[in-house]
């Protein structure tokens, strides 16, 4: 009998390992990322502010478009390519697509002194395109506030003086009386940027 029961277990648990079914279905794919070799780089130009104001601003260049939406900062997103009121300070832009892929950049906005940011906002307004947007004339590019600040005395010599001739040249020129004044009392408070 004994014979016959091993016989018996020997028998039941072959029939058990052939008869279980194995699992052949295949594991599922990975999930597909929506965001694979996709690079968002965003792009903006920013306005500076005088220091302890809030007039600077971001505008977004790139990437523009429907289903873009922006943030700076964590503070929400938004549709549009501008944020308004902003006082100096660093900021991270956050540009996001539809598919919620993203990238930020880091921008700052200056404080200014207010005189400083009065001949800066002049020499935004007529100095280009001759000295701005990387363009050097007179071997002078005003892109950085330090190019300003260290080319004061020939600012005022052209914008103020006329001396050879006035700047800026045609169709802006010469600078109102207004306009010159402003440079004079940013040179003469000391010409710095926080004047």
Same mark, same amino acid.
């Given at each position: 009998?004994?014979?016959?029961? $091993?016989?018996?277990?020997?028998?039941?648990?072959?029939?058990? =390992?052939?008869?279980?079914?194995? *699992?052949?279905?295949?594991?599922?794919?990975?999930?597909? *990322?929506?965001?694979?070799?996709?690079?968002?780089?965003?792009?903006?130009? $920013?306005?500076?502010?005088?220091?302890?104001? !809030? @007039?600077? !601003?971001?505008?977004?260049?790139?990437? /523009?478009?429907?289903?873009?939406?922006?943030?700076? %900062?964590?503070? %929400?997103?938004?549709?549009?390519?501008?944020?308004?009121?902003?006082?100096?300070?660093?900021?991270?832009?956050?540009?996001?697509? #539809?598919?919620?892929?993203?990238?930020?950049? !880091?921008?700052?906005?200056?404080?200014? %002194?207010?005189?400083?940011?009065?001949?800066?906002?002049?020499?935004?307004?007529?100095?280009?395109?001759?000295?701005?947007?990387?363009?050097?004339?007179?071997?002078?590019?005003?892109?950085?506030? /330090?190019?300003?600040?260290?080319?004061? +005395?020939?600012?005022?010599?052209?914008? $103020?003086?006329?001396?050879?001739?006035?700047?800026?040249?045609?169709?802006?020129?010469?600078? =109102? #009386?207004?306009?010159? @004044?402003? /440079? $004079? *009392?940013?040179?003469?408070? %000391?010409?710095?940027?926080? +004047?």
């Amino acid at each position: 009998m004994k014979r016959n029961a $091993v016989y018996s277990l020997f028998i039941i648990a072959a029939c058990i =390992t052939a008869c279980s079914k194995s *699992d052949t279905t295949p594991a599922p794919p990975p999930p597909i *990322d929506p965001c694979a070799g996709i690079t968002i780089t965003p792009v903006a130009t $920013v306005t500076h502010t005088t220091t302890g104001l !809030t @007039q600077g !601003t971001i505008t977004v260049t790139s990437p /523009i478009g429907s289903g873009f939406l922006y943030s700076i %900062g964590g503070s %929400g997103f938004q549709a549009s390519t501008n944020f308004f009121n902003l006082p100096a300070g660093n900021y991270t832009l956050t540009a996001k697509n #539809a598919n919620n892929c993203s990238g930020t950049k !880091t921008l700052t906005i200056n404080g200014y %002194g207010a005189k400083f940011f009065a001949v800066r906002t002049i020499i935004n307004g007529y100095c280009g395109p001759c000295h701005l947007n990387g363009t050097i004339n007179g071997n002078k590019n005003f892109d950085a506030d /330090i190019d300003v600040v260290n080319a004061w +005395d020939r600012i005022k010599i052209r914008a $103020v003086d006329g001396n050879p001739s006035f700047m800026p040249i045609a169709p802006n020129s010469p600078l =109102t #009386a207004i306009d010159k @004044q402003k /440079i $004079v *009392d940013w040179v003469n408070a %000391g010409h710095r940027i926080t +004047d």
